[in-house]
Protein backbone atom coordinates (compact mmCIF):
# COMPACT_ATOMS: atom_id res chain seq x y z
CA UNK A 1 0.00 0.00 0.00
CA UNK A 2 1.15 3.45 -0.82
CA UNK A 3 1.53 5.88 1.98
CA UNK A 4 -0.63 8.70 2.66
CA UNK A 5 2.07 11.51 1.86
CA UNK A 6 2.81 9.93 -1.69
CA UNK A 7 -0.82 9.54 -2.58
CA UNK A 8 -1.58 13.29 -1.72
CA UNK A 9 1.41 14.55 -3.32
CA UNK A 10 0.07 12.92 -7.13
CA UNK A 11 -3.30 14.29 -6.03
CA UNK A 12 -1.41 17.65 -5.80
CA UNK A 13 0.17 17.38 -9.16
CA UNK A 14 -3.23 16.68 -10.97
CA UNK A 15 -5.91 18.49 -9.07
CA UNK A 16 -3.97 21.66 -7.74
CA UNK A 17 -1.66 21.55 -10.62
CA UNK A 18 -4.08 21.66 -13.16
CA UNK A 19 -6.20 24.59 -11.44
CA UNK A 20 -3.48 26.82 -10.57
CA UNK A 21 -1.06 25.64 -13.44
CA UNK A 22 -2.61 24.25 -16.31
CA UNK A 23 -5.92 25.49 -16.85
CA UNK A 24 -4.32 29.62 -16.42
CA UNK A 25 -1.49 28.57 -18.45
CA UNK A 26 -4.62 27.42 -21.37
CA UNK A 27 -6.47 30.86 -20.46
CA UNK A 28 -3.35 33.23 -21.33
CA UNK A 29 -2.36 31.24 -24.29
CA UNK A 30 -5.28 32.06 -25.71
CA UNK A 31 -5.74 35.62 -24.65
CA UNK A 32 -3.87 37.91 -26.79
CA UNK A 33 -3.26 40.36 -24.32
CA UNK A 34 -6.96 41.38 -24.17
CA UNK A 35 -8.65 41.97 -20.59
CA UNK A 36 -5.48 43.13 -19.11
CA UNK A 37 -5.51 44.33 -15.87
CA UNK A 38 -2.75 46.84 -16.25
CA UNK A 39 -1.59 47.38 -13.04
CA UNK A 40 1.86 48.19 -13.73
CA UNK A 41 4.77 47.86 -11.43
CA UNK A 42 1.82 46.84 -8.40
CA UNK A 43 1.33 43.05 -10.51
CA UNK A 44 3.88 42.23 -8.21
CA UNK A 45 1.95 42.09 -5.39
CA UNK A 46 0.10 39.33 -6.73
CA UNK A 47 3.36 36.81 -5.37
CA UNK A 48 1.85 38.01 -1.69
CA UNK A 49 -1.63 35.60 -2.05
CA UNK A 50 0.01 33.72 -4.68
CA UNK A 51 2.34 32.51 -2.36
CA UNK A 52 0.03 32.46 1.01
CA UNK A 53 -1.97 29.81 -1.10
CA UNK A 54 0.59 27.84 -2.42
CA UNK A 55 2.05 27.41 1.13
CA UNK A 56 -1.68 27.31 2.45
CA UNK A 57 -2.76 24.42 -0.15
CA UNK A 58 0.98 22.18 1.04
CA UNK A 59 0.15 22.67 4.66
CA UNK A 60 -4.03 21.45 4.30
CA UNK A 61 -2.24 18.19 1.81
CA UNK A 62 0.43 17.79 5.02
CA UNK A 63 -2.65 18.02 7.26
CA UNK A 64 -4.54 15.46 5.46
CA UNK A 65 -1.81 12.87 5.28
CA UNK A 66 -0.22 13.14 8.76
CA UNK A 67 -3.11 13.58 10.71
CA UNK A 68 -5.95 12.51 9.00
CA UNK A 69 -3.87 9.74 7.25
CA UNK A 70 -5.88 10.21 3.66
CA UNK A 71 -5.52 12.52 0.84
CA UNK A 72 -7.78 15.10 -0.23
CA UNK A 73 -8.86 13.47 -2.97
CA UNK A 74 -12.83 12.19 -2.37
CA UNK A 75 -11.67 8.81 -3.38
CA UNK A 76 -9.06 8.39 -1.26
CA UNK A 77 -10.46 10.39 1.85
CA UNK A 78 -8.98 10.85 5.30
CA UNK A 79 -9.54 8.37 8.27
CA UNK A 80 -9.77 10.74 11.07
CA UNK A 81 -11.58 14.06 10.83
CA UNK A 82 -8.72 16.72 10.55
CA UNK A 83 -9.87 20.31 12.36
CA UNK A 84 -5.69 21.26 12.97
CA UNK A 85 -3.84 23.74 11.26
CA UNK A 86 -5.64 26.13 9.14
CA UNK A 87 -9.04 23.80 9.52
CA UNK A 88 -8.82 25.00 13.27
CA UNK A 89 -9.59 28.81 11.86
CA UNK A 90 -11.68 27.96 8.35
CA UNK A 91 -13.64 24.54 7.32
CA UNK A 92 -12.14 24.47 3.88
CA UNK A 93 -9.12 25.99 3.63
CA UNK A 94 -7.69 24.30 0.84
CA UNK A 95 -10.55 25.80 -1.21
CA UNK A 96 -9.88 29.39 0.09
CA UNK A 97 -5.93 29.04 -0.07
CA UNK A 98 -6.41 27.93 -4.20
CA UNK A 99 -8.86 30.53 -4.79
CA UNK A 100 -6.28 33.39 -3.35
CA UNK A 101 -3.76 31.53 -5.43
CA UNK A 102 -5.64 32.19 -8.64
CA UNK A 103 -6.39 36.23 -7.39
CA UNK A 104 -2.62 35.72 -6.59
CA UNK A 105 -1.82 34.42 -10.36
CA UNK A 106 -4.21 37.04 -11.90
CA UNK A 107 -2.55 40.32 -10.61
CA UNK A 108 0.73 38.57 -10.98
CA UNK A 109 -0.42 38.33 -14.67
CA UNK A 110 -2.83 41.66 -14.98
CA UNK A 111 -5.39 38.99 -16.18
CA UNK A 112 -8.73 39.36 -16.15
CA UNK A 113 -9.73 36.57 -17.65
CA UNK A 114 -8.09 34.98 -14.05
CA UNK A 115 -10.24 37.14 -11.80
CA UNK A 116 -13.59 35.47 -13.59
CA UNK A 117 -11.44 32.43 -13.58
CA UNK A 118 -11.21 32.80 -9.92
CA UNK A 119 -14.93 33.48 -9.14
CA UNK A 120 -15.86 30.25 -11.09
CA UNK A 121 -13.49 28.19 -9.04
CA UNK A 122 -15.01 30.15 -6.07
CA UNK A 123 -18.51 29.09 -7.09
CA UNK A 124 -17.49 25.46 -7.98
CA UNK A 125 -16.17 24.57 -4.64
CA UNK A 126 -18.66 26.21 -2.82
CA UNK A 127 -21.63 23.91 -5.02
CA UNK A 128 -19.22 20.83 -4.03
CA UNK A 129 -18.88 21.45 -0.78
CA UNK A 130 -22.60 22.21 -0.09
CA UNK A 131 -23.78 19.44 -2.25
CA UNK A 132 -21.37 16.57 -1.45
CA UNK A 133 -18.54 17.20 0.68
CA UNK A 134 -20.74 18.74 3.53
CA UNK A 135 -22.99 15.58 3.45
CA UNK A 136 -20.64 13.05 3.35
CA UNK A 137 -18.64 14.20 6.25
CA UNK A 138 -22.04 14.01 7.94
CA UNK A 139 -22.36 10.50 7.31
CA UNK A 140 -18.42 9.58 7.61
CA UNK A 141 -17.71 11.50 10.73
CA UNK A 142 -21.65 11.99 12.36
CA UNK A 143 -21.38 14.29 15.40
CA UNK A 144 -17.98 14.74 15.66
CA UNK A 145 -18.53 16.58 12.14
CA UNK A 146 -21.02 18.12 13.42
CA UNK A 147 -19.80 20.08 16.70
CA UNK A 148 -16.78 20.88 14.12
CA UNK A 149 -19.18 22.75 11.77
CA UNK A 150 -20.90 24.14 14.36
CA UNK A 151 -17.39 25.93 15.71
CA UNK A 152 -15.93 26.56 12.76
CA UNK A 153 -16.94 28.64 9.54
CA UNK A 154 -17.16 27.29 6.15
CA UNK A 155 -15.08 30.00 4.26
CA UNK A 156 -14.36 33.15 6.32
CA UNK A 157 -11.78 32.50 8.75
CA UNK A 158 -12.67 33.43 12.15
CA UNK A 159 -10.72 32.60 15.49
CA UNK A 160 -10.56 29.38 16.75
CA UNK A 161 -12.68 28.93 19.81
Known amino acids: MICP ?4 AVFAI ?3 GT ?5 PYL ?13 GPWRWAGLLPLALGGAGIVWCF ?12 PIDPPRQLVATGLFRWVRNPIYV ?3 LALVGEAIVFQATVLLLYSAAVFVACHLFVVLYE ?4 RRRFGESYERYRRTVARWLPRRPR
Request: glycine fraction near 16%; avoid cysteine; aromatic fraction near 4%.
Open 5 to 8: AVRT
Open 14 to 16: VAP
Open 19 to 23: VLGYV
Open 27 to 39: LLSGRGGAGSLEL
Open 62 to 73: RDFAVVGRGTPA
Open 97 to 99: ALV
Open 134 to 137: EPAL
